[in-house]
Each structure stands twice: as structure tokens, then as C-alpha cells.
Nanobody
Framework: QVQMVESGGGLVQAGASLRLSCAAS????????MGWFRQAPGKEREFVAG????????NCEDSVKGRFTISRDDAKNTVYLEMNSLRPEDAAVYYC??????????????????WGQGTQVTVSS
């Protein structure tokens, strides 16, 4: 089982950038697809971006395409979410999640089995 700890959240102005990190434990990290989700107050958790177990496939939600990039460094057991041109509507708690073994990083929530505790991102206008 993979366990994750997110970091990198904070308060920024609209248009700024942040990089979220998710440090994962477990020697099988490199076998799992990984994803980022977010949840704003009063809203359901939504998919943001996913990456396949081997890094070849990436998937992201339409509203973040061209602004957010997911990547992974298996040597460091870490997955990243680079967020540029942040908007007030991007404000949420961001969660890292481990998907299935040899998965492709889909947007399906039920593919993800382990979750981090979340990191808060606040964007002021």
C-alpha cells in the first residue's frame, strides 16, 4: 500500500504559480498510477490530473489544461503538480492519490485507493 503526504500549498495572488509535491512511501510506488484531486468548500471532490505508472500517459481536467502539469520522479517517490496562471476558482484543498498498479491515471475516483491528507491552496483575486 502506498501512503502519501502532500506539501506546497499556500496563499497566492491570481496569476501566480505553485508547485505541489506528494511524497509517497512504499517500494511499489513506481508501479502505481497517481493522481491529484481537489475539493472546494461545498463542492464534491473533483479530478485534476493523473499520470500513468510509467509516466507515459497524462490526463487532466479541461479547466486546468495548459496551466497545470502533473509529473513524477520515481527515484524520489514523489509526484508533482505544477500550477501556473492560478485563478480564484482553483482554490481548494488538493489531494494526492495512488491509483491502481500499472494504471494509466484515469479521472475515475474509484480507481484511486489511497489518499493523502490534503494541502490547502488559496488564490486571491
Amino acid at each position: 500500500q502506498v501512503q502519501m503526504v502532500e506539501s506546497g500549498g499556500g496563499l497566492v495572488q491570481a496569476g501566480a504559480s505553485l508547485r505541489l509535491s506528494c511524497a509517497a512511501s512504499g517500494r511499489t510506488f513506481r508501479s502505481y498510477s497517481m493522481g491529484w484531486f481537489r475539493q472546494a468548500p461545498g463542492k464534491e471532490r473533483e479530478f485534476v490530473a493523473g499520470i500513468s505508472w510509467n509516466g507515459r500517459y497524462r490526463n487532466c481536467e479541461d479547466s486546468v489544461k495548459g496551466r497545470f502539469t502533473i509529473s513524477r520522479d520515481d527515484a524520489k517517490n514523489t509526484v508533482y503538480l505544477e500550477m501556473n496562471s492560478l485563478r480564484p476558482e482553483d482554490a481548494a484543498v488538493y489531494y494526492c492519490a495512488a491509483g491502481i498498479r500499472y494504471g494509466e491515471g484515469s479521472s475515475l475516483t474509484n480507481e484511486y485507493q489511497s489518499w493523502g491528507q490534503g494541502t490547502q491552496v488559496t488564490v486571491s483575486s
